[in-house]
T-cell receptor, first 112, second 114 residues
Framework: GENVEQHPSTLSVQEGDSAVIKCTYS??????FPWYKQELGKRPQLIID?????GEKKDQRIAVTLNKTAKHFSLHITETQPEDSAVYFC???????????FGTGTSLTVIP | EAEVAQSPRYKITEKSQAVAFWCDPI?????LYWYRQILGQGPELLVQ????????DSQLPKDRFSAERLKGVDSTLKIQPAELGDSAMYLC????????????FGPGTRLTVT
């Protein structure tokens, strides 16, 4: 089965700086890699996703890069704002049966 | 905007008691997932349905947990008997189809077993 590792577990940045969160996966058949943001006490919400036929995807201040050869993908948040503070989860899956495995999460704190 | 509904939002039960959670996915979503999220960890898939059929329940502790989606719409997750270690957030999610479609999460049920 899939094994997803996520680093770092906690991350503090100054407002305006960039934040990078990295994930690795083990199953080369995985072809869908979403990132979810979960604010305290709320449900996870998709912020960006990438499929295996694309190396990079960007949406305003958020970007995701995928290296299929190395089996890792990263979330990049630029010009961070206090409202970006939350726990971010990566996930990998999308092969037959769509078995999703989530990373352990990164608690991001943006210091004003 | 359509959302996944779950009830109850909070449940406190004593160990050895039975407990049940309900989920109503977004209309038209054929795939439904139940996850368990322990504080400080990522969601762990318990069971996945495609319409009324179980696609994956490899992580479901079948001696005490059961799940059903009889008509392929709403779903119920049951724990009997509950144990202290079952205290967690139980999240339901749905997607249009499996294999790479966005999953929409419900608000979750916070279970505390005393």
């Amino acid at each position: 089965g899939e094994n997803v590792e996520q680093h770092p577990s906690t991350l503090s940045v100054q407002e305006g700086d960039s934040a990078v969160i990295k994930c690795t996966y083990s199953d080369s058949a995985s072809n869908y890699f979403p990132w979810y943001k979960q604010e305290l006490g709320k449900r996870p919400q998709l912020i960006i996703d990438i499929r295996s036929n694309v190396g990079e995807k960007k949406d305003q201040r958020i970007a995701v890069t995928l290296n299929k050869t190395a089996k890792h993908f990263s979330l990049h948040i630029t010009e961070t704002q206090p409202e970006d503070s939350a726990v971010y989860f990566c996930a990998a899956g999308g092969n037959t049966g769509n078995q999703f495995y989530f990373g352990t999460g990164t608690s991001l704190t943006v210091i004003p | 905007e359509a959302e996944v509904a779950q009830s109850p939002r909070y449940k406190i039960t004593e160990k050895s008691q039975a407990v049940a959670f309900w989920c109503d996915p977004i209309s038209g979503h054929a795939t439904l997932y139940w996850y368990r999220q322990i504080l400080g960890q990522g969601p762990e898939l318990l069971v996945q349905f495609q319409d009324e059929s179980v696609v994956d329940d490899s992580q479901l502790p079948k001696d005490r947990f059961s799940a059903e989606r009889l008509k392929g719409v709403d779903s119920t997750l049951k724990i009997q008997p509950a144990e202290l270690g079952d205290s967690a957030m139980y999240l339901c999610a749905s997607s249009l189809a499996p294999s790479g479609y966005e999953q929409y999460f419900g608000p979750g049920t916070r279970l505390t077993v005393t």
